[in-house]
Nanobody, 128 residues
Framework: QVQLVESGGGLVQAGGSLRLSCAASGRTFSDYFMGWFRQAPGKEREFVEA????????FYADSVKGRFTISRDNAKNTVYLQMNTLKPEDTAVYYC?????????????????????WGQGTQVTVSS
């Protein structure tokens, strides 16, 4: 069983920054592909950014390009999402997810169904 716990969400003004953390436990994560998704009120959950655990290859949505950066600390089994220049439309619950699908590291995994494990989510609210 894999457990993912997000933290770091909160309220921030537009233009500000937040760093989300996702702590993973229960397995060795060198083979896992880690992603961040978000779900705004009334909308479907959408892909934000992802990283292969071993190679560090990253994949991102166009909406966050140049503003959000995903990284990982293998020693701490933790993935981070640094969010800069936040906008009100970034307001959402942010979820961390893990996948063992073998194609993710080469091609990316952008769909919810490609991820087997999910955290409980952390709320990010950006005020205008």
């Amino acid at each position: 069983q894999v457990q993912l716990v997000e933290s770091g969400g909160g309220l921030v003004q537009a233009g500000g920054s937040l760093r989300l953390s996702c702590a993973a436990s229960g397995r060795t994560f060198s083979d896992y592909f880690m992603g961040w998704f978000r779900q705004a009120p009334g909308k479907e959950r959408e892909f934000v950014e992802a990283i292969s655990w071993s190679e560090g290859t990253t994949f991102y949505a166009d909406s966050v390009k140049g503003r959000f950066t995903i990284s990982r600390d293998n020693a701490k089994n933790t993935v981070y999402l640094q969010m800069n220049t936040l906008k009100p439309e970034d307001t959402a619950v942010y979820y961390c997810a893990a996948s063992r699908a073998p194609h993710c590291s080469a091609y990316g995994c952008y769909a919810e169904g490609e991820y087997a494990y999910w955290g409980q989510g952390t709320q990010v609210t950006v005020s205008s």
